[in-house]
């Protein structure tokens, strides 16, 4: 599927998009030493090319100036040129160029880096969502791309495991809309549904902190519960997985779990983060 760009010589250039060393700062380095002893430096490299473009489609859709679909629109080009597509030539900005070496070498689909794209459109039209269900459609859009391509670069995106996949990075987006309600909406976005607001007795105001309501409190509840039954049904992903990747994804799955006990409780200790991220990695819910 391809939602199509507008012609190149309507766009801005690509010195207009974040660059490099601001989309990727040190800690993506750090990250990356981590990453190659665990996994391998190929792997780990293929996995900050999609990490880099997910980064910059974010920074693109949130903070750049000027007009952020005409810049979406410009990394949906480079985007097809990073896949080769005739008569646009090569990409040109360097993570471009990175994300268009693992492209070909892990034969990864076009389609969830689209989708990703589409979700940053989306942020430019959709402040809101009424219910939970259209909350999990944008989710599809905004996080559950990044999940089947990592399975991607290791070979093992069957459709079983990228809806276990789906169900881990929709509860990790959750959880990542609770701990921004305020920065959310300070941008002008409200993520949490009108109609748990409204059930909660919420109004948007409550969103804006620093102190929590006892309505916002419920609200909080009310989606950590729904977070955590989403990243409960698709942990069983972590034991079909080799023991390394397991691991990874056992870690990512109990530290949304971790993020939401902090969120709800305000700490959570080191030693309960482990013993989650051991139950995950065995497949236990």
Do not use: K
């Amino acid at each position: 599927m391809s939602m199509g760009t507008p012609a190149s010589a309507a766009l801005p250039p690509v010195s207009a998009l974040p660059t490099r060393a601001q989309v990727l700062p040190q800690a993506g380095s750090e990250n990356f030493t981590v990453a190659s002893r665990v996994l391998g430096a190929q792997r780990a490299r293929d996995l900050m090319a999609i990490y880099g473009y997910a980064r910059l489609v974010d920074d693109v859709g949130d903070e750049a100036a000027g007009d952020r679909l005409a810049l979406l629109d410009l990394v949906s080009l480079e985007l097809r040129r990073a896949f080769a597509e005739p008569g646009l030539g090569a990409p040109e900005h360097p993570l471009m160029q990175e994300l268009a070496r693992t492209v070909s070498r892990c034969d990864l689909p076009l389609g969830p880096f689209e989708r990703l794209i589409e979700a940053n459109r989306t942020d430019q039209r959709v402040t809101r969502y009424e219910t939970f269900a259209q909350l999990l459609d944008y989710c599809q859009l905004s996080a559950a791309p990044v999940g089947e391509l990592v399975l991607g670069v290791f070979g093992l995106a069957t459709p079983a495991r990228v809806a276990l996949s789906d169900r881990v990075c929709a509860g990790l987006q959750v959880v990542e809309h609770l701990q921004d309600i305020a920065e959310d909406y300070a941008r002008g976005r409200v993520y949490m549904p009108s109609e748990d607001l409204q059930r909660c007795g919420c109004g948007e105001r409550d969103l804006a902190g620093p102190e929590r309501s006892a309505a916002l409190s419920a609200l909080i509840e009310l989606e950590a519960a729904r977070a955590r039954v989403l990243l409960a049904s698709g942990a069983p992903l972590a034991r079909t997985l080799p023991p390394r990747l397991r691991l990874a994804v056992a870690g990512f799955t109990a530290g949304g779990l971790r993020a939401l006990e902090q969120r709800q409780r305000g700490h959570v200790s080191r030693a309960a983060y482990i013993w989650c991220v051991a139950r995950t990695a065995a497949g236990w819910r």
